[in-house]
């Protein structure tokens, strides 16, 4: 078990902050709470540091990382080029969920940004993420804590089950207030390009970069060296998990897995879809809320239960084709990726 302080999430006490900066400061690694989920942190200006975060994780090298800073100063002082477009979107949505990929700064470390020539920056809004960058003094590189293509953590109680003694502290705030990780927009690009939908909406986006590009699609081999957040298999529970387009879709698939003796239990939304299962898998059933930014907040959380249990298969309800649900439906479609 590594060593876990809990924390006030609004008014962090300094000595706590100071004891976690200080196992920065000798080269560990520290699971802090952000807005979105846990970032599992390493100096980010520190290349022997940053490779630590690859082994806790076992996250396959050349994936790059994000910087976390603790306002526009610090993000600028990372980059080659702050352009006018760079600082209107921290000026409008920093501290949150929003990472802009920037051209790198000739003193970041090659590991930070898994070889390419651009780096990820953002300035959480969480005050424990900000208290700690600010006393450490340069910027936490710090992916989600958990190993690698296994479900975000959104509680410390996560962050454990998912690194065990892999992290060396993990400051626990409570749970994340959104529970999906940020938006990824790329500004190396032009026009400029969503990598990962998130937190952020593509419509409070659009406020400020109407030409934005969105694609939802997924990339394999080479290419998920520039688009890695576009990799297939990523967020899955140890369960393996099918997605269902409809309340029939789901009781079939519950008995399917019930007839081959697999112990199974299902993710649904609708309530046409929780009156579809049989009464005898009923206890079997997590019903998440019916829109979109509490689904994702709950979504995570619902996953860990699930391998908590033991269940060996989780079907889960398709979330509606709407813009509003894109985060959540892009988090499913790769747990739900066979390869
Ligand atoms: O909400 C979040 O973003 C959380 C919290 C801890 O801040 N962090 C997080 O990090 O989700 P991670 O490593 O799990 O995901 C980082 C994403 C990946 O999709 C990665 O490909 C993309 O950001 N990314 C980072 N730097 C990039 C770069 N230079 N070029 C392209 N994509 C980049
Ligand atoms: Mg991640």
Redesign the pocket.
Same mark, same amino acid.
């Given at each position: 078990m590594p060593r876990v302080i809990v924390v006030d999430p609004s008014h962090p006490h300094e000595t706590a902050i100071a004891e976690a900066a200080g196992v920065l400061a000798r080269g560990g690694l520290v699971a802090f709470p952000?807005?979105?989920?846990?970032?599992?942190?390493a100096r980010g200006l520190h290349g022997d540091d940053v490779q630590k975060i690859f082994l806790a994780k076992k996250?396959p090298h050349g994936?790059?990382?994000?910087l976390?800073t603790d306002g526009e100063a610090m993000a600028s002082g990372i980059t080659s080029r702050w352009s006018e477009q760079a600082s209107q979107l921290a000026r409008t949505f920093w501290p949150g969920?929003l990472?802009l990929?920037?051209a790198?700064g000739g003193h970041v470390p090659l590991e930070?940004?898994?070889g390419?020539?651009?780096?990820?920056v953002?300035v959480?809004n969480h005050p424990v /993420?900000r208290a700690l960058i600010r006393t450490v003094g340069e910027p936490l590189a /710090?992916?989600?804590?958990?190993a690698h293509t296994h479900v975000?953590p959104t509680t410390a109680e996560h962050v454990v089950r998912s690194l065990g003694d892999a992290v060396d502290l993990v400051l626990d705030g409570g749970p994340c207030a959104?529970g999906?990780?940020?938006?990824?927009l790329?500004l /190396?690009v032009d026009p400029p390009r969503v990598?990962?939908p998130? /937190?952020l909406s593509l419509e409070r986006l659009r406020t400020i970069v109407p030409q934005v590009v969105f694609e939802s699609i997924t990339v394999a081999g080479d290419a998920t060296r520039?688009?890695?957040?576009?990799?297939h298999k990523h967020y899955c529970p140890l369960a393996r998990m099918t997605l269902a387009d409809n309340a029939d879709a789901i009781a079939e698939d519950m008995r399917r897995a019930r007839a081959a003796s697999r112990s199974v239990c299902a993710i649904v939304w609708s309530s046409r879809a929780r009156q579809a299962v049989p009464d005898a898998l009923r206890t079997k059933i997590i019903t998440l809320p019916d829109n979109a930014e509490a689904y994702a907040h709950a979504l995570f959380a619902a996953l860990y239960d699930v391998d908590a249990s033991g269940c060996e298969e989780v079907i889960v309800e398709r979330v509606p084709d709407h813009p509003a649900w894109w985060a959540v439906a892009d988090r499913l479609r790769r747990a739900a990726s066979p390869t």
């Amino acid at each position: 078990m590594p060593r876990v302080i809990v924390v006030d999430p609004s008014h962090p006490h300094e000595t706590a902050i100071a004891e976690a900066a200080g196992v920065l400061a000798r080269g560990g690694l520290v699971a802090f709470p952000t807005e979105t989920v846990y970032g599992l942190g390493a100096r980010g200006l520190h290349g022997d540091d940053v490779q630590k975060i690859f082994l806790a994780k076992k996250r396959p090298h050349g994936h790059p990382l994000i910087l976390h800073t603790d306002g526009e100063a610090m993000a600028s002082g990372i980059t080659s080029r702050w352009s006018e477009q760079a600082s209107q979107l921290a000026r409008t949505f920093w501290p949150g969920p929003l990472t802009l990929v920037v051209a790198r700064g000739g003193h970041v470390p090659l590991e930070v940004t898994g070889g390419l020539d651009s780096v990820g920056v953002r300035v959480p809004n969480h005050p424990v /993420a900000r208290a700690l960058i600010r006393t450490v003094g340069e910027p936490l590189a /710090a992916p989600s804590a958990n190993a690698h293509t296994h479900v975000s953590p959104t509680t410390a109680e996560h962050v454990v089950r998912s690194l065990g003694d892999a992290v060396d502290l993990v400051l626990d705030g409570g749970p994340c207030a959104f529970g999906i990780e940020s938006t990824v927009l790329s500004l /190396a690009v032009d026009p400029p390009r969503v990598l990962r939908p998130g /937190a952020l909406s593509l419509e409070r986006l659009r406020t400020i970069v109407p030409q934005v590009v969105f694609e939802s699609i997924t990339v394999a081999g080479d290419a998920t060296r520039t688009s890695p957040g576009l990799s297939h298999k990523h967020y899955c529970p140890l369960a393996r998990m099918t997605l269902a387009d409809n309340a029939d879709a789901i009781a079939e698939d519950m008995r399917r897995a019930r007839a081959a003796s697999r112990s199974v239990c299902a993710i649904v939304w609708s309530s046409r879809a929780r009156q579809a299962v049989p009464d005898a898998l009923r206890t079997k059933i997590i019903t998440l809320p019916d829109n979109a930014e509490a689904y994702a907040h709950a979504l995570f959380a619902a996953l860990y239960d699930v391998d908590a249990s033991g269940c060996e298969e989780v079907i889960v309800e398709r979330v509606p084709d709407h813009p509003a649900w894109w985060a959540v439906a892009d988090r499913l479609r790769r747990a739900a990726s066979p390869t």
